[in-house]
Nanobody
Framework: QVQLFASGGRSVQAGDSLRLSCLAT????????MGWFRQPPGEERQFVAS????????YYADSVKGRFTISRDNFANKVYLQMNRLKLEDTGVYYC????????????????WGQGTQVTVSS
């Protein structure tokens, strides 16, 4: 029902900033919680950030607090991830996902994951 298309990933240097976008289609975007996960090379997919239906509440993994900001534009059916002061350990494939509540998104295991976008941080 919901299709998710992530974009914006590229190769950057440590300390740089990057903004990822995710377009959602198929369902009422303004009723869905949204989130970002990432999968580093050789590791399991891990939670990054989540946001409730109207953007009033957000959660972040400890590893990205103070550096990443999740936001959404319900008129455009998009969710964003602003990444600042990028580190080598931020490298991975980034996925967006959706769910009924922010709690469900934060603990998501099966997605939907949509289309991932590669972020590579080099020294």
């Amino acid at each position: 029902q919901v299709q998710l298309f992530a974009s914006g990933g590229r190769s950057v240097q440590a300390g740089d900033s990057l903004r990822l976008s995710c377009l959602a289609t198929g369902r009422n975007f303004d009723s869905l919680a949204m989130g970002w996960f990432r999968q580093p090379p050789g590791e399991e997919r891990q939670f990054v950030a989540s946001i409730n239906w109207n953007g009033g509440n957000t959660y972040y993994a400890d590893s990205v607090k103070g550096r990443f900001t999740i936001s959404r534009d319900n008129f455009a059916n998009k969710v964003y991830l602003q990444m600042n002061r990028l580190k080598l350990e931020d490298t991975g494939v980034y996925y967006c996902t959706s769910g009924a509540t922010i709690a469900a998104v934060t603990s998501a295991v099966f997605g939907p994951w949509g289309q991932g976008t590669q972020v590579t941080v080099s020294s």
